[in-house]
């Protein structure tokens, strides 16, 4: 029988359309939380997500479609949704080039993207969890915010920034709650390379004749010692034990999650 220990509580995940971020919501939505999430996606996609996560056991889901790059689409989401317990930063994009040649407006939607909303998302959520003594940020970040690579200066710059905010939240929020009520805690998970949509055109770029095996096998040379993917759903196991009491004083790290990629 699923452990239902979030029962009652509100979460929101972004980026839970698909890869990551859905299999977060399912979960949190299999301990019993009421899910909210935010992501791009067809009608029918966004239907099917919302499907997964009450199957999987959440009360209720709901999707709010705030584009990310507008902060006041993002206060008028987190106004919508109210108060909040779990929040999963998860929404990020991606694109590849010289730092010479990136393009200026793929620069600021990445910024905007995967490090400025989750400044507005904790701006709104953290004051509430401070006030009921439980709240959980949950960042997903990247290896990219431990370790640099080439031709993604705009991604590493983001998820640097991610687990330095991270950081301070966890500083300020220290303190709020206690150990019975679980205090509040702000965190990041670092995934190396996860069976997700969003590295699809590596893989595409590295496969030989067009044979994916290929591509998923010289990504994984590259830089993930394992040689294994992470799936989603191991991201979000991780995700959800960090919203256990027993985690109360984990606070202010970064885990990766990556095979043993930073290790080197």
């Not at 992501?39 to 705030?66: F, K, T, Y």
């Not at 055109?201 to 030989?208: T, Y």
């Given at each position: ?109 990445l910024i905007a993207i995967n490090l400025s909303a ?41 998820k640097h920034g991610l687990i330095g905010l991270t ?64 799936l989603p759903a191991e991201i979000a196991s991780l ?26």
């Open positions: 029988m699923t452990d239902r220990f979030l029962e009652g509580r509100i979460a929101l995940v972004t980026g839970a359309t698909s890869g990551i971020g859905l299999a977060v919501a399912e979960a949190l939505g299999a301990a019993g939380a009421h899910v909210h999430i935010n992501g791009l996606g067809s009608s029918g996609q966004i239907a099917a997500a919302l499907a997964a996560v009450r199957v999987a056991g959440a009360p209720s889901a709901s999707h709010h479609d705030a584009d990310l790059r507008d902060p006041d689409a993002i206060r008028a989401m987190m106004a919508a949704v109210g108060s909040v317990d779990v929040l999963v930063n998860n929404a990020g994009i991606q694109h590849t080039a010289s730092l010479a040649e990136m393009p200026d407006e793929r620069w600021d939607a989750c400044f507005h998302t904790m701006k709104a959520a953290l004051p509430g969890m401070a006030e009921r003594g439980f709240g959980r940020v949950i960042n997903i970040a990247s290896v990219h915010g431990l370790v640099a690579s080439v031709n993604k200066a705009p991604y590493v710059a983001a950081k301070v939240a966890a500083l300020e929020m220290a303190a709020q709650g206690s150990r019975a009520s679980g205090g509040v805690t702000v965190n990041c998970v670092c995934p190396g390379w996860v069976e997700t949509p969003l590295i699809e055109p590596q893989i595409a770029a590295r496969a030989v004749d067009g044979d994916r095996d290929t591509g998923i096998r010289a990504l994984l040379a590259e830089k993930q010692p394992s040689l294994r993917m992470t995700a959800l034990w960090l919203c256990r009491r027993d985690a109360h004083n984990l606070n202010g790290a970064a885990l990766p999650v990556d095979g043993g990629w930073t290790a080197q």
